[in-house]
Nanobody, 117 residues
């Protein structure tokens, strides 16, 4: 079992930045690929970014490439999402998730990000 707790959301103006954190507890953190997802009101949840267990590989949705950076600190059991040049369309609840065997099995409770225009 893995417990995930996100933090760092908030209200920011367009063009601003935020850094989300996701603290994990439970089994060996480095065993899990970690991902960030988001869900805007009235829309389906969508993939944002992912990072391999050792941090060597990262993946991004086209909509955030060049603006968002995912990273992890396995010593701190934490994954981060650095978000720059934020746009109003980035407004959503952001969730982190932990994957084992290609399935995102564990999810956090989410943190709200609101970008004002």
């Amino acid at each position: 079992q893995v417990q995930l707790v996100e933090s760092g959301g908030g209200l920011v103006q367009a063009g601003g930045s935020l850094r989300l954190s996701c603290a994990a507890s439970g089994r060996t953190f480095s065993n899990y690929r970690m991902g960030w997802f988001r869900q805007a009101p009235g829309k389906d949840r969508e993939f944002v970014a992912a990072i391999s267990g050792n941090g060597g590989n990262t993946y991004y949705a086209d909509s955030v490439k060049g603006r968002f950076t995912i990273s992890r600190d396995n010593a701190k059991n934490t994954v981060y999402l650095e978000m720059n040049s934020l746009k109003p369309e980035d407004t959503a609840v952001y969730y982190c998730a932990a994957a084992a065997a290609n399935e995102y099995k564990y999810w956090g409770q989410g943190t709200q990000v609101t970008v004002s225009s």
